[in-house]
T-cell receptor, first 113, second 115 residues
Framework: KAGVTQTPRYLIKTRGQQVTLSCSPI?????VSWYQQTPGQGLQFLFE???????NKGNFPGRFSGRQFSNSRSEMNVSTLELGDSALYLC????????????FGSGTQLSVL | AQSVTQLDSQVPVFEEAPVELRCNYS??????LFWYVQYPNQGLQLLLK??????LVESINGFEAEFNKSQTSFHLRKPSVHISDTAEYFC?????????????FGGGTRVLVKP
């Protein structure tokens, strides 16, 4: 089985722009979660989608949003980028039950200039 | 609300020596506990987890962790490390009563294994 695929691998944007990141989960997985990883704040949960519905949400401003498609692929969008949004964004998938093993992608490294 | 504290941000250790990574958590509800490992330029991989049963859990590559409810700890140990164990290790918790998968991570501990 192919693993979790995140695209693009690297992204450079400027302040005020918006960005869309993509995540393709492992085949058959219906849950997709997103995490932000920074040196200062560590790993922080953004949101989880299951069967196209947001099931859990972290404490991020409304500029961060996501969605999931019928094929379980997920996108997250960040609008009005700020310098502090520079981070590694990790996506993880599971079959969907609670407290399962998360399978992580390699992440998208976003740099905001 | 939950929080996870990893007491050591970096742990240098010589090859074949033992290592212990400390993890303490705070939560108003019962939690499940996890250790994930992140190798350079990769995503995280599950090392081991505690859901219920024996408080000592083991991974396939020689790591073990012990859940101590009274001390709210879940320390990770390995009796003899290899160069390939060089990575960052993250302790995490999730709410036992919650639906889905929402993990609260600690700040991570970088393990550098020296020859």
């Amino acid at each position: 089985k192919a693993g979790v695929t995140q695209t693009p691998r690297y992204l450079i944007k400027t302040r005020g722009q918006q960005v869309t990141l993509s995540c393709s989960p492992i085949s058959g997985h219906r849950s997709v979660s997103w995490y932000q990883q920074t040196p200062g704040q560590g790993l922080q949960f953004l949101f989880e989608y299951f069967s196209e519905t947001q099931r859990n949400k972290g404490n991020f401003p409304g500029r961060f949003s996501g969605r999931q498609f019928s094929n379980s692929r997920s996108e997250m969008n960040v609008s009005t980028l700020e310098l502090g949004d520079s981070a590694l964004y990790l996506c993880a998938s599971t079959a969907g039950q609670a407290n399962e093993k998360l399978f992580f992608g390699s992440g998208t490294q976003l740099s905001v200039l | 609300a939950q929080s996870v504290t990893q007491l050591d941000s970096q742990v240098p250790v010589f090859e074949e020596a033992p290592v212990e990574l400390r993890c303490n958590y705070s939560s108003s509800v019962s939690v499940y506990l996890f250790w994930y490992v992140q190798y350079p330029n990769q995503g995280l991989q599950l090392l081991l987890k505690y859901l219920s049963g024996s408080t000592l859990v083991e991974s396939i590559n020689g790591f073990e962790a012990e859940f101590n409810k009274s001390q709210t700890s879940f320390h990770l140990r390995k009796p003899s490390v290899h160069i390939s164990d060089t990575a960052e290790y993250f302790c995490a918790v999730s709410d036992m009563g919650a639906a889905g998968n929402k993990l609260t991570f600690g700040g991570g501990t970088r393990v550098l294994v020296k020859p």
